[in-house]
C-alpha cells in the first residue's frame, strides 16, 4: 500500500512523525475553478495538478501534499458559467499563509505546483516575498514544463486549453467526470501578437494577457480535444510524475547542502 | 442517480443550465486544516462540512456546491504539526472573491457554510461587506447549529474539538480516515471565564478567544472521543442535512419574494 | 468621591501612578453613532456602554477606562439621517492602534465592551488578531449579556433597537437626551429566518445579517420603547455594572494566574 | 436656550429636519490621548478643540458638530502613560468612512476642525483624497491657526506643549481637570534645526518630525504653564470661535456659489 | 571637476567607499510629471529639484542624490494632457521602501528635498512612519523654503505655478526645454478662502486643498511667467543651493550628536 | 531633428497635439537601482531599456516615452552597497496609477518596457489587474526578448548580470558611465537546479529565485563583461529598437481593429 501522502489525511501525529524521520518537503498544488469546455469539469486544472502531485509525493520519500488551492485566477473565463476568479492580492496573501504555516512546522522546501497558467506571475511574486520573509525554498513548477517530451507528441496545431493534452491528462486523473462525446476541435482565428502555444508565447517578445475565452471561441476549447486518448494522457502525467520526483530530489539536496555550509 | 451538485464537477454548459432553470443558490463549505487529536485527520472540518453540504443539495433543488474552502483560521491550533492559519484579512478576501464570481453568474443566494468555529467572525465580516457590495442573500451557517437536537443524545460531559460528537459525524463522512483505536478522551481543568462546550461559550458574557489547545490537552481532544458511533454521527448528520434543506428552501423563498418586491 | 476612572481625564503622572499600583485592565467602550428612532439620540448606545463603563471601573480597582469608540459598523441604519458607518477595516486598524499602545504603558487586560450589535463580529476579529500580536488578555463583552436576568423582566414581545430596554437603560444614562413623548411602538412583520430578538437571533441556524431598518420600520424602533421606565433601566444598568464588576475581577485573577505560571 | 449642535445627541429627525432646512455643514473635531504634562489630563487636545467646535456651531447657523475623534497620531508622546497613538493610514481610514457617511446625508462641507498639530500632516492626506472621491468641500482647519491675535498676548518665550496657551485655553474648556498647583515651567534647550514655537516651525527649511517628547522634558511640558490664566484662554477661545464662524460662513457662500454655476 | 554625486551613476564599489570615508546622507529629490503652462515642460517641478539637489551634493561632502521620484500628486492638475498622478498611499509606500534601503545600507541621514507642493503632506506622513520604523534621521525640506529671500525679488503680484518664479528657475536647469515666446500672465479671480501665494497660503486659517487647475486657468500658468528670467533664477537657485548646504551641514550634525550620546 | 518623444519635456499643449493627432500610445520603462558590478553604475538598467524606448519612440509615429520607473524589486541584489529594492506592491501600485493616468489621457496602448528581469512577475501582475480596470491594452515587453539574435553572437559560455551583453550595450547607452577597466569575468560555480542564462531559465522546469549575488560572486558581474564591446551593443540595441517598433506597429493595428469591432 502506498505511504500515506496526503497532509490533510494525515493526523497531526502522523505529519510529526514524518517530520521527524526526515521529511522536509510539502507540495501546494494550484489549480483553478474555471471553464474547461463541454466536455471537461470546472475542476480539470486542480484534478490534474492534484493527481501529479500526489502521484509524485508516493513515489519518493521525504514528501507531503496539502489540500490543493483549488481557486485561482480566471480573469478571461469569467464570461463561462460557474467561473472564479480571484484578486491577485488575495491569492498571494493566501499562498503566504499557507507558506508561513508550513515553515513553521519545520518544512525546509514548500513547493507551489502550478497546473493553471493563469496563476504564474501571482505565484512568481508570492514567492519574491516569501524568500525574504522566511529562510526556506520555495520553488514554484508549472506542471506543462514537467511533460515536456510526451507533449511533443500530441498531433494538434494547437495546444491550449481544453485540448488534446488537458483531456489526455484528465483522462487519467478524472475520468469519471470527462465526456468525450462533447469534446470538439476550436482553432480561433489567429490575433495579433498572439500564437496560441505554450510553446510560442514563452518566445513571444510580447505579454498581452490572455484574450477573453468567450471573444474567441463558443465551447471554451481552444485545440483539438477530440483527439484525446488516456495513453496519451498516462504518458503525459507518467513524464511528470518521474520528473517531478527527479526534481525534488535535486531540490532537497540543494537545501541540505545550502544548510549544511 | 443523485443529481450532479458539485458545481466544479460539472461543466460550464452545466452550470450555466442550472442557472437557467432555476438555480439560484451556492453553497461556499468553510473548513479547516488543524490538528484534530490521535484518530481524526486535519481534513477533518473540511470533510464534515462538505458531506453536509453535497447530500443537503442532492435533497433539494436549486443548489450547487462550490469547492470547499478548506483553510481557516486556527492559530490555537497552530502548535500542533500541519495545521494551518490564515490571516483573517486573507479569508476575508478570499470569501468576497468567491462570492463576487458567483453573483457575477446569477446565483442569488451565497450560502457560507461554515464547519469550523474558529471562522466564525471571520465569516460574519466578510458577510457584512459582501452584503454591501452586492444584491446577493449571503447566509451564514454554522454547522454545529444545524444538529442541535441529536447533539443533545451525547453522552460526553464536554464536547469541544475532535470530541464524541465531531468523531461520530467523521465516521459518516471519512470513516477511512478515522482510527478509533487512537480515540482518546480528554478534560482539560476549567478555565476561568471559559467552559468548554459551545453551550455555555454562546451563554459565556466575556469572549477570551480560543485557549492555545497545546497549552490545556496532550492529544488535541477536548472531550471525550471514545464514546463516538456511526449510528451517533448519523443521527446528527442526517438532522443537519434536514434542518440545511428546510432552511435553504427558507432562504431562496425569502430571497424571490424580496426580488418580487 | 468616586477615584478617577475615565483615563483621559487623568494625567500622565496619575496613569502611571496608577499602573504602579496595580491597576492592570482597561475598558475599551465601543458604541455607535446611529439612528435610535425618534426619542433617543445617535449617541445612545456610546453614552450607554459609556455608563456602564465607568460605573464598573469606580466600583472595583485596578481598572480605567479609555474615551470610547463611538463610531462602528451600522450599514443597516445608515438610510436615517446622521448615521455613520464605517468600514469593518477601519474598525479593526482602531482597535488594534488603541490595544497596542495600551499592551506598550503595560495594561494586562485589554476589555472591548461592546454596546452595539452590529460591531460583534468586527471586534471579535480585531482580537484574534491582537491575542497573537500581544501576550495580553483581550477580552470582548457584549453588554447585552451583562443584563440577562433584568431584561427577563421587560413586557415587550420583542427587544431590538431603540425600544423598552434601551429606552429604559438611556433614561439612566442620558435622561437628559431621552424624549419619551415621542417614543413609539413599532413591531416589524415576521422576517423569514429571521426574529427580532436577541435571544431567537442567538439561536438562529442561519445569520442573514441585519435587514435595512429603513425597509422594515417607519420610526427607527423595532419593538415597544413606551414602555421603557427608569426603573428598569436602573435595574438593568444596574446588573450590567455588577455582573462587568464580578467578570474583570475574575478575568484579572485569570491573567495573574497566567503570568505567574 | 443655545441650538441643539451635537449631531449625535440629536435624533434622526431632528438631524434630517435640520438638514433640510439649511444646514450644510457638519464639524468633525480630532484631538488626541496624549500627555500634556502634569497639570492636564490626556483628553486636553480634544476637550478644546470640541469646546469650540460647539461654540462656533452655537453661533452662527446650519453647522452641526460631530463626535470627536478623540485617538490621533501621537508617537512622539508615546513614552508617557496612557498615551495613545494610531497608524497613519488608520486614522486616514476613519476620517474617509465618516466624512462619506455625513456627505451621503446631504452635507455639502465637511469642517475638520483640528487641535492636535501631529495629525496635521494626515489629516491633510485624507482630505487630499476624500476631494477626488466626493464633490463635497472638505475643510481643514487647525485650531491654533484660529488664534493667532490673542497667542501674540501671551508672555511666555516659547509656546508648544501643555503650555501658557494650551493651558489657558484648558482652563475655559475643561477647568475641573486642571490642576494649576502642578503646572511648571521647563523650556528644552535649543535642538539644531528645531525651534519650540509654531511661528518659527512654519517658517522652518527643513521638517525633521517632532522629537521624543521624553527626551527633552521631564514633565512633558515645553513652554510656561505657570504663566495660564483663565482669561488669557477666554481670550483666545473667544477670537478662535469668532474667527471660525467667519470661516465657515465664507466656505459656506463659497460652496452655495460653486454649486450654483 | 565636480565629486560624483549621482547615487545611481556610481557602482556599488563607489557607493560602498563613500560611506566607509564619511557619507552619511542621501538626498532623495521628489518632484511631478504635471502641466506646467504652455512654455515649461510636465517634468518642469522634477528637474528644478534635482539641479538643486546635485549642485549641493557637489557643494559639500558626504553627500549622495538618489534618482528623483519624478511622479507625484497631482490630482488638480489631471485635466491636463499629461498629467500623472498617483494615489497618496501609493507615494507613501514607495518612499518608504526607498528610504527602507538606504538606511539598509548605512546612510544615517535621508533627505526628502520636495520641489512639489503636491507631495507635501503625503511625505510628511511617509515621514512620521519612517522615523518610528527606522533609526535615521528623516528630513523633509520644500524647495520654496530655500529661496525666501531671492523670491521677494521677484515683481508678480502672485507666485503660484509655471509662473515668474518657477520658469525663472527653469531657465537655469532646463532652459532648452522653456519657451519663453509661449509664457503667458494669468491671474485667476480671487477665490473665497484661497489666495495664490504660497505665502498667503500658509497663513491660512482653513485648508480647503488646490483647486481644478482647470477650473481657472486657460493655460495652466497662474502667475506671470512673462516676467522670468535666467538671472532671477541664477539667485533663487543659487540661494536654495547655498541654504540646503548649510541646512544639511547642519543636520549632519546634529544627527552625529545624537548618536554619540 | 528627431522629433520629441519624451512626454515629461513636452507641455501639456504639445501631448493634447499629440493625441488628436492619432498618437495613442505610451513607453512605461521599467529599470532598476541595483549594483551592476565594478564598471557599470547602479542605473545601468534604467539607462539602457530609456535608450531603447526613446529611440524606438523617434523612429515611429504615435508613440511617448514616458519617465522610466528607476526603482524596481532588487532584493537579490541589496547587499551590494546602493541597491534599492521595492516591495513588489508597491511597483504594482505605481504602475496602476500611472497607467491609470495615461488611460485617462486618452491612450490605448500603455507599453511597460521592463529592462529588469526582477521586474518580470510583478510587472505581469500589475498587468492583470489593469487589463480589467481598464479597457486598453496593457503590453509587458522584456527587453532581452527584443534582441534575440543579436544576443547569439555574444561569446561568453554564461550572460547573466553586469556581463558581456549588458556592458556593450551600456557602452551604447550610456559610454561615460562605463569603466572598461574594472570589467572582469566572474562565473559562479553551478547550483543544483539553476543555471546562469536566460535561455536555461526560460527552460527550466523549477524555479527557485534568483540567488542572492552576493553569495556566488564577489565583483557582482556573473558572466564575462571583458569581452563587451560597443559594436556589440549597437548591434544588440539596434535590433531591440527595430523590434520594438515593428511590435508597437502591430500592437497599434490591433488595438484599432479591435476598437473597430
Not at 499563509?97 to 497558467?117: M, Q, W, Y
Not at 484528465?170 to 467526470?177: D, G, H, N, R, S
Not at 469534446?183 to 517578445?205: D, Q, Y
Request: charged residues 25%; negative net charge; hydrophobic residues 45%.
Amino acid at each position: 500500500m502506498a505511504r500515506k501522502v496526503k497532509l490533510a489525511e494525515m493526523t497531526w501525529v502522523e505529519v510529526k512523525a514524518a517530520l521527524e524521520s526526515g521529511t522536509d518537503t510539502v507540495i501546494v498544488p494550484l489549480g483553478s475553478v474555471e471553464q474547461h469546455s463541454r466536455h471537461l469539469p470546472l475542476i480539470t486544472d486542480s484534478a490534474n495538478v492534484e493527481w501529479i502531485a500526489v502521484k509524485a509525493a508516493e513515489g519518493t520519500d521525504g514528501v507531503l501534499v496539502a489540500p490543493t488551492v483549488v481557486y485561482g485566477i480566471s480573469h478571461n473565463h469569467i464570461d463561462f458559467a460557474g467561473t472564479v476568479t480571484l484578486r491577485t492580492s488575495t491569492l498571494i496573501a493566501l499562498l503566504k499563509d499557507i507558506a508561513h504555516s508550513f515553515v513553521k512546522h519545520g518544512f525546509r522546501n514548500i513547493v507551489f505546483l502550478n497546473g493553471h497558467g493563469g496563476n504564474n506571475a501571482t505565484v512568481a511574486v508570492a514567492a519574491i516575498e516569501l524568500r525574504e520573509e522566511t529562510g526556506a525554498t520555495i520553488a514554484n513548477i508549472y506542471t506543462p514544463n514537467l511533460m515536456r517530451n510526451s507533449a511533443k507528441l500530441l498531433e494538434s496545431d494547437i495546444e491550449w486549453h481544453a485540448d488534446e493534452g488537458e483531456t489526455s491528462t484528465a483522462l487519467v486523473a478524472i475520468p469519471e467526470l470527462v465526456d468525450m462525446s462533447k469534446a470538439v476541435r476550436e482553432i480561433p482565428k489567429p490575433r495579433p501578437l498572439f500564437t496560441f502555444t505554450e510553446e510560442a508565447l514563452s518566445r513571444s517578445v510580447v505579454d498581452l494577457g490572455l484574450p477573453k475565452t468567450r471573444e474567441i471561441t463558443t465551447s471554451g476549447t481552444i485545440g483539438d480535444a477530440t483527439l484525446a486518448t488516456r495513453e496519451k494522457g498516462e504518458r503525459m502525467m507518467g513524464e511528470a510524475v518521474e520528473t517531478l520526483i527527479s526534481v525534488i530530489a535535486e531540490l532537497r539536496e540543494a537545501t541540505k547542502a545550502s544548510s549544511a555550509r
